[in-house]
């Protein structure tokens, strides 16, 4: 590994002008593509529109999947990647799910490290971020392919600055209990793919209209599962209790280092399938969050069921969802030690 010059950050617009996560993309982008059975040259460019056949597969088949990981600049001036491995090895898998040609981690690693130099003057501060979006799309031009699998492909890595996500301060969410709808096809559940979000666009709005519901919680045969964009954990002194992982939900990275650290903290974590029921009597006295990159871990205030309106807690966002946050973005920003091995310096 070479030693890198420490670059200064980009001044901060200022707080009143900060673009909303994920409105700004950085300078640069990678990109490889995939045809006639490999990989082609993995590249760093402007980043810029791009040229795609009307009858690319992914317009008309949905043969897209993607990541979300944020890189973090620490006081030393280097940029560090949070749990790069572990989105690789998940991209890898929802290309496989997708019969999408598979990126090879190395070639992935290499990708997301180069982005991250390209553009790290224009890396926010903490609390700010460089949020990462690998894409992969098929491309092969063929309007007939609803069962062929896209031989040809496209991957992007794009970047974009994101800043202080709670500017506005930490607001406890009201959420949507939903016992009816699945937010998705229960054997794409783990990929993280775009017909997903499309598939959970209505319902979510519709909870927006009805309810005023930040997000829908899916809990299918009323079984809680997950938000449409992030995963759900109950809390309260010394335990944790969160879905135990199956295809039909996303395993989220965040919610993976949120159990591992309250297992080192002494929490007692327990994973298993849980009712609405039961996630409603632990609310009476207990703590509710989502849990993903963007946010991190954010409080949930209020729970809506059945025309009923359950406060979390004391409704506000709790002490046990602070701390665990805390001690987690504390890792991610380099100020307590980093003993999983978490952050990949670039
Ligand atoms: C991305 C995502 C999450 C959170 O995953 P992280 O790896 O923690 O960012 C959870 N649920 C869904 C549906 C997601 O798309």
Redesign the pocket.
Known sequence: MTAQPATPPAPPPAAESRPAFGTVLASRMGVVRFADGQWGPAAVEATAPITLSPAAHVLHYSSTCFE?LKAYRWTDGSINVFRLDKHIARMRQSARHLVLPEPDAGTLDRLVREVCRAVAGEVPEAPGALYLRPLLMGTLANIGAAATPSGEATLLVLASPVWDYFAGGMKPLRIFVDDQNSRTASHLGMV?TGG?YAAAMKPTLDARTRHGADQVLFCPGGSVQ?T????FLLLREGRILTRSLDPS??H????DSLLTLAADLGYTVEERVFTVREMLDWARTGEAAL???AAVLTGVGTLIHDGQEYPVGGGDVGPETRRLRSALVAIQRGESADRHGWLSRV
């Open positions: 979300g993280k997903n997950e449409g964009a992030a995963n939900f996303l989220g990275v965040t919610r849990s993903g990159t």
